[in-house]
């Protein structure tokens, strides 16, 4: 069964920092490039950052550019999103994609005041 199960979303303060993980099973996670989206209330789902297959080629929405780092580790099937540095804007549903059309189920974020 092909699958993307995100984990490490919660409640922080701005200021904070929130590590997601995203474990991939049912496909060949190494033959992929991945990214992270997030999709805050009453707007649309937007690009966070995104991996290359080997890891070697990284983007970044200019709106978290010096605050999120985006890395993998093919031998464990994951990705991650280690978010510092966060603001309240940071709120959001975050997504884990797999490039093909494989989406994880998301994980809320929430950055208080």
């Known amino acids: 069964q092909v699958q993307l199960v995100e984990s490490g979303g919660g409640l922080v303060q701005a200021g904070g920092s929130l590590r997601l993980s995203c474990a991939a099973s049912?496909?060949?996670?190494?033959?992929?490039?991945m990214a992270w989206f997030r999709q805050a209330p009453g707007k649309e789902r937007e690009s966070v950052a995104h991996?290359?297959?080997?890891?070697?080629?990284?983007d970044y929405a200019d709106s978290v550019k010096g605050r999120f780092t985006i890395s993998r580790d093919n031998a464990k099937n994951t990705v991650y999103l280690q978010m510092n540095s966060l603001k309240p804007e940071d709120t959001a549903v975050y997504y884990c994609?797999?490039?093909?059309?494989?989406w994880g189920q998301g994980t809320q974020v929430t950055v208080s005041s």
């Open positions: 994609y797999a490039r093909g059309g494989i």
């Open positions: 049912g496909f060949t996670f190494s033959n992929y490039a």
């Open positions: 991996i290359s297959w080997s890891g070697n080629s990284k």
